[in-house]
């Protein structure tokens, strides 16, 4: 796997080398790794043709406790590659614009190969980046988007990632209980985050400057979020639709004067049949239910100013809540702060430290422990697993950054059967 993912990095950056002009790639002031394609690049942009590249890769080493320390370091690599056309350019049509996407992941996982019990799943990952669509690629985003500016209304239809669209979030850390949106976490199965897509829609009206409401109607399939269905368009297994609610404030001048962003917001899926939707409190698919809910609040909020862009100290934080009859997270807390350009002549560079606890539903621990019940499984003998990162995310150039990170695992599975774990990481990310 590793193999495989070095080979999709070098070849996608001889691939767009070759379009790029010597004197622009690599250059320690440009926005990207290939430059500007001796000017192809900012004229195609100005017709309204814009594209995008970036490979990320979490690396993630057991260093103590877990369940298997020491094991070899592993890593998980995402690529993506896509492009936005400006159809208001290209072709008149006012306000109109398209967005594609294709996304590959490779690698392995800390948390599965060493971190958790084989039969006491981490519920956090020590690598975001490793996940759904861990072979071949995927189709992360097709839509088109309609912007009605004179009344504050614009229409996104096609393929999206639902964390992309509600409970967005920064992804300044490498665990994925700090990165993207966490309802994508803890309601995973009904909850696609990118790079799964499905068919969708959403509306959002700007209320004012600060304040803008939005709603989204998308099918639930689980067949999206199988491995090697990255290109699945029908809609011949979908069962019921996630509908989504968001409202968000985005005061310029909020807390010490300073700029931040709340969110509010809520789900409700429609899926009825047994073996996606049913009371966790038994045995997969034993009690169907045809309906479950949950919301979330969320927020970043600057805290101090050095007067210069965002340099400053900032905080955030996600909480959310889950139906306590077909989930087996009852709710999730995240905290954190995040010091962005720590020193002088690195004001991209990031220093950042969060907490996070996952709180488990006790009727899904007591379901699970009484299955397990005179045999040699692990016993889920607590009622959450917490998680801990630091890290700092250093800019040597704007299209690179390099993530050296610890994380510390307390009750990894919601369980003492296993030792707390420290792991010790190093990410990184290249934009082309």
Not at 179 to 197: D, E, F, H, I, R
Not at 227 to 246: P, Q
Request: hydrophobic share 35%.
């Amino acid at each position: 796997m590793k193999k495989t993912a070095l080979s999709i990095m070098a070849v996608s950056i001889a691939t767009l080398m070759s379009y790029s002009h010597a004197e622009q790639a690599f250059s320690k002031d440009g926005k990207t790794l290939t430059g500007d394609w001796n000017g192809t690049r900012t004229e195609l942009a100005e017709k309204g043709v814009k594209f995008d590249g970036t490979i990320a890769t979490d690396g993630s080493y057991l260093a103590d406790g877990g369940y298997d320390a020491h094991q070899a370091p592993t890593f998980g690599t995402q690529f993506g590659l896509g492009t936005t056309l400006d159809l208001e350019k290209l072709a008149g049509w006012e306000g109109v614009t398209f967005r594609a996407l294709v996304t590959a992941r490779q690698g392995q996982s800390t948390s599965i190969d060493a971190i958790q019990d084989p039969t006491a799943p981490q519920w956090a990952n020590s690598q975001a980046n490793w996940g759904r669509g861990n072979s071949g690629s995927r189709l992360s985003e097709l839509y088109v988007e309609k912007n009605f500016k004179d009344q504050g209304v614009s229409v996104r239809l096609g393929r999206m990632g639902l964390g992309t669209e509600f409970n967005t979030m920064a992804c300044d850390f490498q665990g994925n209980a700090f990165c993207a949106a966490q309802m994508g976490k803890w309601q995973g199965k009904l909850w696609y985050n990118t790079p799964v897509s499905q068919w969708g829609g959403r509306v959002k009206y700007q209320i004012s400057p600060e304040l803008f409401a939005q709603a989204g109607v998308f099918e639930y399939n689980p067949e999206n979020a199988l491995e090697r269905h990255g290109w699945n368009l029908d809609t011949k297994n979908a069962d019921g639709v996630n509908v989504l609610s968001e409202v968000v404030w985005s005061p310029k001048q909020g807390l010490n004067d300073l700029p931040g962003s709340y969110r509010f917001g809520a789900l409700y899926n429609t899926a009825d049949d047994s073996a996606n939707q049913y009371n966790i409190g038994y045995a997969k698919a034993t009690i169907g239910e045809d309906r479950t809910f949950g919301g979330w609040i969320s927020f970043e909020q600057q805290l101090t100013s050095t007067g210069e862009g965002r340099r400053g100290l900032h905080s955030f934080g996600n909480f959310t809540a889950h139906d306590r009859t077909t989930t087996a997270v009852e709710d999730s807390q995240q905290l954190g702060l995040k010091y962005i350009g720590l020193f002088d002549g690195h004001p991209d560079d990031i220093l950042g430290l969060a907490v996070n606890r996952i709180h488990i539903n006790d009727r899904y621990r007591d379901y699970i422990n009484g299955s397990r019940a005179g045999t040699d499984k692990t016993l889920l003998n607590k009622d959450a697993e917490y998680n801990v990162e630091l890290n700092y995310s250093y800019y040597p150039v704007r299209w690179f950054m390099l993530r050296p990170l610890v994380q510390y695992v307390v009750y990894p599975g919601a369980t003492t059967a296993v030792d707390n774990a420290l792991v010790v990481g190093l990410g990184s990310k290249v934009i082309f």
